[in-house]
């Protein structure tokens, strides 16, 4: 069974676009969160939710907005999408907020903006 | 702001040669320190972690580290790797009152059979 699960895998799409990523987690976990690895294989926490609430928003552009309709999904979706968001996205989850724990991850979604 | 340093981005072994890679950190406070690993085309998942108590950590697949905390330092070691030990590897850092976790760059590891 798949602990942390994102869709798509691939994404590939042009510039101006609105795009989504869906992300779930079965490990019943309270807190995801998403994160972008650039080409330099940076790893940067965007956004991290606790209970369906916004926890942390590091300095992201307000074209990325996050949405989490229930605990166990925090989806991604990104308006006019530009080249320098390409990169893959990872979520994870963690057990809760507050605590020092181990983050799970999901497989990422690679974004390609042509 | 704290940083996580991994001066090693790109390591080449072959099998049964002995593995060190470096990972420090800029933070005096209380630390949690950890090590995850991406095998190609899989997601991270956790090598190792140190919370409290003996240092020394030893991990899943012979993956140990050892945390020095006068040097703000958490290497990983392998005695002898394997060619499927090939993957990035990812130190974090999470540091007192907070629970995001700073990555480093990563290091990639090849290991020739």
């Known amino acids: 069974d798949t602990a942390v699960s994102q869709t798509p895998k691939y994404l590939v799409t042009q510039m101006g676009n609105d795009k989504s990523i869906k992300c779930e987690q079965n490990?019943?976990?309270?807190?995801m969160y998403w994160y972008k690895q650039d080409s330099k294989k940076f790893l940067k926490i965007m956004f991290s939710y606790n209970n369906k609430e916004l926890i942390i928003n590091e300095t992201v552009p307000n074209r990325f907005s996050p949405k989490s309709p229930d605990k166990a999904h925090l989806n991604l979706h990104i308006n006019s999408l530009e080249l320098g968001d390409s990169a893959v996205y990872f979520c994870?989850?963690?057990?809760?907020?507050?605590?020092?724990?181990?983050?799970?991850f999901g497989p990422g979604t690679r974004l390609t903006v042509l | 702001a704290q940083s996580v340093s991994q001066h090693n981005h790109h390591v080449i072994l072959s099998e049964a040669a002995s593995l060190e890679l470096g990972c420090n950190y800029s933070y005096g406070g209380t630390v949690n320190l950890f090590w995850y690993v991406q095998y190609p085309g899989q997601h991270l998942q956790l090598l190792l972690k140190?919370?409290?108590?003996?240092?020394l950590v030893k991990g899943i697949k012979g993956f140990e580290a050892e945390f020095i905390k006068s040097k703000f330092s958490f290497n990983l070691r392998k005695p002898s790797v394997q060619w499927s030990d090939t993957a990035e590897y990812f130190c974090a850092v999470i540091t007192g009152g907070s629970y995001i976790p700073t990555f480093g760059r990563g290091t990639s590891l090849i290991v020739h059979p």
């Open positions: 994870a989850s963690s057990q809760a907020a507050g605590l020092a724990d181990t983050q799970y």
């Open positions: 490990l019943g976990h309270d807190t």
């Open positions: 140190y919370f409290s108590g003996d240092p």
